[in-house]
């Protein structure tokens, strides 16, 4: 059974930075490309970011319209666990942020953690 444990978040200035982290247990996630989500208050949960899965060196990357050139999805399958760099986050990225596979499983979505952007 995977289990995905977010961390990392927390207050930030507009302009900051934050990272965050999915920490995963399970085989499956070397072998798994994976997603960051993220669901701000009354709103729907939305596609962030994506990494391919393990098997190479290279790791394809792509991002919401709305963060790229700000956010940096990345991996490191030694310690089981992706990364959200957020730079210059703005109000609008306010929300919880969670981590899943691709395709996503409803069974793996964890507490996820919440990120709010303000002065």
């Known amino acids: 059974q995977v289990q995905l444990v977010e961390s990392g978040g927390g207050l930030v200035q507009p302009g900051g930075s934050l990272r965050l982290s999915c920490a995963a247990s399970g085989s499956i996630f070397s072998i798994s490309p994976m997603a960051w989500y993220r669901q701000g208050l009354g709103n729907e949960r939305e596609w962030v970011a994506t990494?391919?899965?393990?098997?190479?060196?290279?790791?394809?990357?792509n991002y919401l319209d709305s963060v790229k050139g700000r956010f940096t999805i990345s991996r490191d399958n030694a310690k089981n666990t992706i990364y959200l760099q957020m730079n210059s986050p703005k109000p609008e990225d306010t929300a919880v942020y969670y981590c899943?596979?691709?395709?996503?499983?409803?069974?793996?979505w964890g507490q996820g953690t919440q990120v709010t952007v303000s002065s």
């Open positions: 899943n596979t691709i395709p996503l499983k409803e069974d793996y």
């Open positions: 990494i391919t899965s393990g098997r190479s060196t290279y790791y394809g990357t």
